[in-house]
């Protein structure tokens, strides 16, 4: 199994609300990321975790909170958002974490920020 | 950060004729990785190569690499619709802790 599912594919929320994006793996990979796309942008790292820690935060807003309850699967818990975060949020997983092994990318959650 | 730039933003060929994409970087890097989006989805990993290769095949794909000019191509032969698609260069630094996207070549393949 080479999937990553990510849920949901779409999500409205308003600035006042709290979600949550999922993302899972089956490939046993220890690492794995969120991204965030804009429109005819490339995708730009948020959070690495590598055997489920925390590695890499690029300065990311705290109303975006990552969580990787286990090897698995990775959350990211959205709060207090903000139109300008509305964007296609990317998963991703590999081998281990670093740019050495290929990663692969579910196919997204479309989120819009009302 | 975005450490690759991409040449053309967007090309637009007929469906058989081949399709070339440049990408450049600004730093020393441990490897070299080529993806492909569908429009608003993921993207799929296409090929990699290592900073000590200069050329790798895969299919109808064949990848350059020329660290003296820190440039990689990317080259689709016979082009296909289904090759229509944004292609992003990704590179690895020596610290080899995280992938940096270019801007992505959008590459349209008309029938």
């Known amino acids: 199994d080479t999937e990553v599912t990510q849920t949901p594919k779409h999500l409205v929320m308003g600035m006042t609300n709290k979600k949550s994006l999922k993302c899972e793996q089956h490939?046993?990979?220890?690492?794995m990321y969120w991204y965030k796309q804009k429109a005819k942008k490339p995708p730009e790292l948020m959070f690495v975790?590598?055997?489920?820690?925390?590695?890499i935060n690029e300065s990311v807003p705290s109303r975006f909170s990552p969580e990787c309850p286990n090897s698995s699967l990775l959350n990211l818990h959205l709060h207090a958002l903000q139109p300008e975060d509305s964007a296609l949020y990317l998963c991703?997983?590999?081998?281990?974490?670093?740019?050495?092994?290929?990663?692969?990318f579910g196919p997204g959650t479309r989120l819009t920020v009302t | 950060s975005q450490q690759g730039e991409e040449d053309p933003q967007a090309l637009s060929i007929q469906e058989g004729e081949n399709a070339t994409m440049n990408c450049s970087y600004k730093?020393?890097?441990?490897?070299l990785q080529w993806y492909r989006q569908n429009s608003g989805r993921g993207l799929v990993h296409l090929i990699l190569?290592?900073?000590?290769?200069r050329e790798k095949h895969s299919g109808r794909l064949r990848v350059t690499l020329d660290t003296s000019k820190k440039s990689s191509s990317l080259l689709i032969t016979a082009s296909r619709a289904a090759d229509t698609a944004s292609y992003f260069c990704?590179?690895?630094?020596?610290?080899?802790?995280?992938?940096?996207f270019g801007g992505g070549t959008r590459l349209m393949v008309k029938p």
């Open positions: 990704a590179t690895n630094n020596n610290a080899g802790n995280m992938l940096t």
């Open positions: 190569i290592r900073s000590n290769e």
């Open positions: 490939m046993g990979h220890r690492a």
């Open positions: 975790y590598s055997y489920e820690k925390l590695s």
């Open positions: 730093t020393s890097i441990n490897n």
């Open positions: 991703a997983s590999s081998q281990v974490a670093g740019g050495t092994y290929e990663q692969y």
